[in-house]
């Protein structure tokens, strides 16, 4: 079997949203029955999630998996870039330009090694931190939503509200200690 030799985990590399659920599981402070219906919960979307992943590469057998160190750490190279620059993000061609790949394996790694394409990751990074920055008070929203790369401040609540399932004046409204574990 071909897939017998292909990598489901990659080197160092750790699946995002996998990694999301077992931090869910650990800072969960509840005890008790609840704890254990929470752990027993996101172990479940745990192993889910890793199961999804590898029938993906299974089905993928046409698609080249990214294996090689070097496009690895220009991979993680880009998501640095990516993250450090919220408000004005590259484009895909400039951004495999910038690590020195080219555009279609960077989209492909970059999926294979953090699980969504790099837009989606880019706008889920960007709520998390649009929530964190809320739960502060110390920016309006539409400074939030600037300082995140929002330049619509309408479009930001809507996607927030669509991500969180609240509008973000309920979300500051609901205190910081409540909304910090709400994001994590």
Same mark, same amino acid.
């Given at each position: #079997?071909?897939?017998?030799?292909?990598?489901f985990?990659?080197q160092d590399?750790?699946?995002?949203p996998?990694?999301d659920t077992i931090?869910?599981?650990v #800072?969960?402070?509840?005890?008790g029955?609840?704890h254990s219906a929470?752990?027993?919960?996101? +172990?479940y979307?745990?192993?889910?999630?890793?199961?999804?992943?590898? /029938?993906r $590469?299974?089905?993928?057998?046409?698609?080249?998996l990214v294996? #090689?160190? &070097?496009? =690895?750490?220009?991979i /993680? *190279?880009a998501?640095k870039?990516? $993250?450090?620059n919220?408000q #004005?993000?590259? &484009?895909?061609?400039?951004?495999?330009?910038?690590?020195g790949?080219n555009q279609q394996?960077?989209?492909?790694?970059?999926?294979?090694?953090y %699980?969504?394409t790099?837009?989606?990751? $880019?706008?889920?990074?960007? $709520?998390q931190q649009a929530g964190?920055? =809320? &739960?502060?008070g110390d920016l309006?929203?539409?400074e939030?939503?600037?300082?995140v %790369?929002y330049?619509n *401040? %309408?479009?930001?609540?809507?996607?927030?509200?669509?991500?969180? *399932? +609240?509008t973000?004046? /309920?979300?500051?409204a609901? *205190?910081? %200690? /409540?909304?910090?574990n709400f =994001?994590?």
């Amino acid at each position: #079997d071909p897939h017998e030799e292909q990598e489901f985990l990659f080197q160092d590399l750790y699946h995002l949203p996998a990694l999301d659920t077992i931090h869910s599981i650990v #800072d969960h402070d509840q005890t008790g029955l609840l704890h254990s219906a929470h752990a027993s919960a996101m +172990i479940y979307e745990n192993m889910f999630l890793q199961l999804n992943e590898y /029938k993906r $590469l299974l089905r993928a057998n046409t698609a080249r998996l990214v294996k #090689d160190s &070097t496009k =690895i750490t220009q991979i /993680k *190279g880009a998501e640095k870039i990516l $993250l450090s620059n919220l408000q #004005d993000p590259p &484009t895909i061609p400039l951004l495999a330009k910038m690590v020195g790949i080219n555009q279609q394996t960077l989209k492909t790694g970059f999926r294979q090694l953090y %699980g969504k394409t790099i837009n989606k990751y $880019l706008n889920e990074y960007r $709520l998390q931190q649009a929530g964190l920055l =809320i &739960t502060t008070g110390d920016l309006s929203i539409a400074e939030v939503a600037n300082v995140v %790369g929002y330049s619509n *401040g %309408g479009y930001f609540s809507r996607k927030f509200k669509q991500k969180y *399932g +609240i509008t973000t004046s /309920k979300f500051r409204a609901e *205190g910081t %200690g /409540k909304a910090q574990n709400f =994001i994590s």
